[in-house]
């Protein structure tokens, strides 16, 4: 690889954005593409830039074209931001970290953050406006409040849903989404922001303990990476 396109590589991983590498076989050449940039001395049709987006999309390297071309994904970590160091995020944080993500909590409260009850896990204690400020979720994180106090909630939320979060999660019943709603469309949220949000968060599985919510949860996020159709959300008595 050239000195330039392993810069442009690197940078776009710092920078968290998918980049894939193109390699012609036969002669080496090369195309790096990142979102509608593309530098390097290959140059692809237009059909050959579409399969590459599709294998980004699948998140797939290998061959393209009868092996004419061989295509390397690159990919940032996946994220969980979890707002509400509670039950439920104890359960959530081991299933996400099983599962490739990287897991931050976010609680102010720092009685209920504690290492030990959430061994080995990235905890910030700012109000949740501030942490989510830093962590500046993108296109690979997934976003979940789970507190039920809207000091917590709220702030974080409005900070996902001007960001690019792949998932936005709020736990809750239908009526404390109602009303969660109504505080956001005060903030000054339109509806088609408003309609990312999973409320109530997770998928209608029955789930009543703690365990078994977050079960959910993560079952959703998945859906949702994946691009499965939306399914039924969980209802919270």
């Known amino acids: 690889m050239k000195r ?13 954005r998918p980049v894939a590498l193109l390699t012609e076989v036969e002669s080496g050449r090369q195309l790096l593409i990142a979102g509608a940039d ?6 692809a049709s237009a059909s050959l830039i579409e399969a590459v987006h599709e294998r980004l999309q699948q998140e797939r390297s290998g061959l393209l074209e009868d092996g004419k ?11 969980l931001i979890i707002v509400g160091a509670v039950h439920i ?6 299933m996400a970290k099983l599962a490739g993500y990287e897991v931050s909590v976010i609680d102010p409260r720092k009685a209920w953050a504690t290492e030990a009850r959430f061994p080995g896990t990235s905890m910030l204690t700012q109000w949740p406006d501030e942490a989510m400020e830093a962590l500046q979720p993108d296109a690979r994180t997934a976003v979940v409040t789970l507190t039920h106090d809207p000091k ?5 939320l409005l900070r996902a849903l001007n960001s690019p979060a792949f998932y936005v999660g709020a736990l809750g019943s239908t009526r404390t989404h109602a009303r969660r709603l109504e505080r956001l469309r005060a903030e000054g ?4 922001a408003l309609a990312r949000i999973h409320g109530p968060a997770g998928l209608a ?7 078994e ?3 959910s949860v993560m079952a959703q996020m998945t859906a949702v990476l994946r691009q499965a159709p939306r399914l039924a959300p969980l209802r919270n008595p």
């Open 4 to 16: 330039s396109l392993l810069r442009a590589l690197l940078a776009a991983q710092e920078a968290k």
């Open 213 to 215: 919510i977050a079960i």
């Open 89 to 94: 995020s104890q359960a959530l944080v081991p």
């Open 205 to 211: 599985i029955g789930a009543r303990a703690p365990a």
């Open 152 to 156: 917590l909630d709220d702030p974080a």
């Open 38 to 43: 593309q530098q390097g001395d290959l140059a």
């Open 69 to 79: 071309y061989f295509l390397q994904v690159f990919l940032p970590p996946l994220r």
């Open 189 to 192: 949220l339109d509806e088609a």
